[in-house]
């Protein structure tokens, strides 16, 4: 199982705790954790990436083992601890409140 | 250093304050009884504590995120501390923003800070912004300053505050909070990556709740802010290694931290190869929010005033007033709306009367926007957000409504 970590308002929207975890079928990369996530959670279809271009939406991030993976192509592997769900893939939010 | 199995060059750190400016400072056998505990910290020592007295920093809000930065900063013995605030202590206030006190309700942020942070230590200077931050001002603000504390509440703010310390090449201490969860690094894009590097554009407005609309842990600034007063004093004392290019998550349910790396953007359109950001803008209108001097005016179209649709249900108009707000939410105040969360509005919006006019609402009115933009979407031929939400029914309307 993969776990990903969800930003505060993409929790309230999915109705799901901080962190969720999900089966990935293949390869794990950032395109099939995203397809698995908007497969069981329908309704953050086009919150994390825009609806027709796929893109990553600006003020979300992809964080995996500590490094930013949110420049990096959305094929490529995820790294081996978040494979074997060691290490959660982190989706981070801007936030404002102070 | 960590192995990470890459070469890291980190940049020499010197301070950000000029090593001669600390050198000509003078301590009093005061200022010296006082602060000896740093005395006796090396990397602290006389030096350090001359560089603390010849710092300058300018913190914007006096609020969560400013009260501990503040206070620690004071007691540390930074020898400017500026504040930038225009807000009056409310009494929601005070469940975390420790500068301000129960007597102080009602009176200027500012003036209570300025007594809290001269109570603890009166030898520092505190200088005083009683104005909104702005394209206008800021950079004549931030010019006499050192270093930059981030302790703003909305987003705006935020990226004005990146940008003029990009433009001025100064350090932005950043920090900001919601519910649980805390956020911190040190913005220098001489050195690093910056605030725009990292959300190159904020969420739509409403997306993100504030902590007015989401709340906050009372102790979550307590520590956040903390922290960015740690990074403060590393930065002028030139010690340690500062938080640039390196993104601290605190989530206070799990107590765990965690360090994340981040990069400069090339692309960034301020502190990118190609620039395209070469002055201050207008952060209201990038951010897609009104701007406040606007706020006044509605959109008759889409919204509608607390006066007017107490006006309207007094004379017996045929309306849907629709709460898109949280169960908990409704149970600490209502005014008897059907209760749909926005959140469960996609699949729960056929249970709305379609005949009717549909007034939504929320607490502040950011949530009800984009309910009521997503129910236009869906057909709703008349659907208005009503602006301020229950916060301005209660305020304007009926009292009994409580405040939360
Ligand atoms: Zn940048």
Redesign the pocket.
Known sequence: MIRVVLPYHLRTLAQSDAEVQIAVAGAVTICSVLDALETHYPMLRGTIRDHVTQQRRPFLRFFACGEDFSLESSDIELPPKIVSGEEPFLIIGAIAGG | MKSTGTVNIVPSITGVVDAEAGRDMQLSREEMLRYSRHLLIPEVGMTGQKKLKAAKVLIIGAGGLGSPAGMYLAAAGVGTIGLVDFDVVDVTNLQRQLLHSTDDIGRSKLDSARETLAGINPHIAIETYEERLTSKNALNIFAGYDVIVDGTDNFPTRYLVNDAC?LLGKPNVYGSILRFDGQVSVFD?RRG?????LYPAPPPPGLVPSCAEGGVLGILPGIIGTLQALEVLKLILGEGEPLIGRFILFDALKFAFRELKLR??PA?P???QAPTIHELIDYEQFCGVKSPLAAEAIDEQTEITVEQLKMRIDRGDNLCVLDVREPHEYDIANIGAQLIPLSELPKRFHEIDSSKEIIVHCKVGSRSARAAEFLRKKGFQKVKNLVGGIDAWSERIDARVPHY
Do not use: Q
């Not at chain 2, 990556?193 to 590097?197: D, G, K, L, N, T």
């Open positions: 990009v894009a990556p910056c605030y725009r590097c400069k953007d960034c301020v502190c990118g």
